[in-house]
């Protein structure tokens, strides 16, 4: 049986192709401004990639931001539950998963099967979130995949006092034209960042093994920052951590799909 996952997120579209409960295809591209648009690209490249047509994927769940414009989703799933079932998947030992997408943080607390136990998330505040990086990545003339090298080469990180996006960007430019180095700005920046999101996993208890998803975790700065504010080790779920979401929107299409 041939099964689809689609998560629409609020900066990227990514699709998962799989048959059998093996990952045929998985493919990820920055949102275009119709969310519907986004879904039919990125599940067309995902289906060029697998060698399938859409008329063979036998059902499709929908998750993320835009779940609701998949037009070819039969189902939608949260991406709470989604992140949690991916994760469990990949990781079966995982209990606790954080998800720092492009416009929230989440912190999932799973049982033994991935089932969701307790959650807590922002999406009200850009700070804690892959906007935060997006916005302070620009004066530092640092590109989003670079921020993580750059900052391992920080020897005297800065102390970010202002939370408020709009705030924190003021203080850095500030930072630059008093020339401070651009490695100690960006580990600061991923230090305060990390305190956000840890707060928020610490207010629902942190125990078991934690995994890190979402287009976030890719930046290997924020990993550590997060790792060291948690005081645990944690883990990067699977090759692609930005593809958690719709691989748990894809086994929960397989789990729907009428036996044949
Ligand atoms: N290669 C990368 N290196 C560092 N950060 C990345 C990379 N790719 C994506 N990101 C970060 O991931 C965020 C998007 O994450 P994603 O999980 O795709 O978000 P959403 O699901 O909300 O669309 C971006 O804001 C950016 O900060
Ligand atoms: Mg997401």
């Not at 099964?3 to 629409?8: N, Q």
């Not at 799933?77 to 991916?86: D, N």
């Not at 079966?92 to 607390?109: E, F, L, N, T, Y």
């Not at 924020?222 to 979401?245: C, E, H, S, T, Y």
Request: glycine share 10%; hydrophobic share 45%.
């Amino acid at each position: 049986m041939i099964v689809a996952g689609c998560d629409i997120g609020s900066r990227t579209a990514k699709a998962v192709i799989m048959e059998e409960g093996t990952i045929l295809a998985a493919c990820v591209m920055r949102d275009k401004p119709d969310p519907e648009e986004s879904a039919r690209e990125v599940m067309a490249r995902a289906l060029e990639q697998a060698g399938k047509r859409m008329d063979q994927v036998e059902r499709c769940v929908g998750t993320g931001y835009g779940r609701k414009q998949v037009p070819f989703a039969q189902a939608v799933e949260s991406e709470i539950v989604c992140h949690g079932r991916g994760a469990q998947w990949l990781e079966p030992s995982i209990r606790m998963v954080i998800d720092i997408g492009g416009q929230d943080a989440k912190a999932i607390k799973l049982d033994e099967k991935g089932k969701v136990i307790r959650y807590a998330y922002n999406d009200k505040c850009a700070a804690g979130t892959g906007r935060f990086l997006e916005v302070m990545a620009k004066p530092l003339g640092v590109r989003l995949e670079d921020l993580g090298s750059v900052s391992q080469k920080s020897t005297a990180p800065v102390k970010v006092s202002n939370q408020c996006v709009i705030f924190a960007e003021t203080e850095i430019v500030s930072m630059i034209n008093a020339g401070k180095p651009v490695p100690d700005i960006v580990c600061g920046l991923h230090r305060a960042m990390a305190h956000r999101v840890a707060a928020l996993a610490k207010g629902i208890v942190v125990e078991g093994e934690v995994g890190m998803t979402g287009g976030v975790a890719k930046n290997e700065g924020m990993f550590n920052a997060l790792q060291d504010a948690l005081g645990v080790k944690i883990r990067k779920i699977g090759w692609d951590p930005q593809m958690v979401g719709a691989i748990g929107a894809a086994l929960i299409a397989r789990e729907m799909a009428p036996a044949a």
